[in-house]
T-cell receptor, first 111, second 116 residues
């Protein structure tokens, strides 16, 4: 089934630095979503970008979408210890109820 | 705020037992989902329900069944638990979607099941 693949699998950065992670997918999508998961908890929705959008911002988050390359990136600027979490991309196909998730990127922000 | 509540955060069951995982949402959402999450595999969809008494198989339905008798409650049932069903189970809900505009999912905190 359709599934995003995040890259890298893990990322360790210093507090204050930016964190960038990427998501690639296989077939045309309706939208792409990013979620965060703190250790042992449920997922929390961060941002949704539609297939006709190229860039979206929410606070310190910036998401880009390149449908020609079937890829998206999530940038977290000025990272904080509280940003330590796993980040997942999820793709939604047209006329499909389902979201397909990748395996996630684990981000560790060092104080 | 939307609240999705999973009845048990941690469960330990024995092989062959019947297991019920309950999920309740308080925002009158039509769509509800059950995923399992395993390291390196991400989230995989087990079943989803787009309305009361309606259900559809996801990507890995084998060994599971579901029940949606009331709009707010979606139950996942393991008829005969096996060790390979040891996992984190995540329930999610969402308002009705036409399928052309699949919006965000609201997740519960997860139920970590260990089958011995």
């Amino acid at each position: 089934s359709q599934q995003g693949e995040e890259d890298p699998q893990a990322l360790s950065i210093q507090e204050g630095e930016n964190a960038t992670m990427n998501c690639s997918y296989k077939t045309s999508i309706n939208n792409l979503q990013w979620y965060r998961q703190n250790s042992g908890r449920g997922l929390v929705h961060l941002i949704l970008i539609r297939s006709n959008e190229r860039e979206k911002h929410s606070g310190r988050l910036r998401v880009t979408l390149d449908t020609s390359k079937k890829s998206s990136s999530l940038l977290i600027t000025a990272s904080r210890a509280a940003d330590t979490a796993s980040y997942f991309c999820a793709t939604a196909l047209s006329n499909d109820y389902k979201l397909s998730f990748g395996a996630g990127t684990t981000v560790t922000v060092r104080a | 705020d939307v609240k999705v509540t999973q009845s048990s955060r941690y469960l330990v069951k024995r092989t062959g037992e019947k297991v019920f995982l309950e999920c309740v949402q308080d925002m009158d959402h039509e769509n509800m989902f059950w995923y399992r999450q395993d390291p390196g595999l991400g989230l995989r969809l087990i079943y989803f329900s787009y309305d009361v008494k309606m259900k559809e198989k996801g990507d890995i339905p084998e060994g599971y069944s579901v029940s949606r008798e009331k709009k707010e409650r979606f139950s996942l049932i393991l008829e005969s638990a096996s060790t390979n069903q040891t996992s984190m189970y995540l329930c999610a809900s969402r308002p009705w979607s036409s399928g052309r505009d699949t919006g965000e999912l609201f997740f519960g905190e997860g139920s970590r099941l260990t089958v011995l």
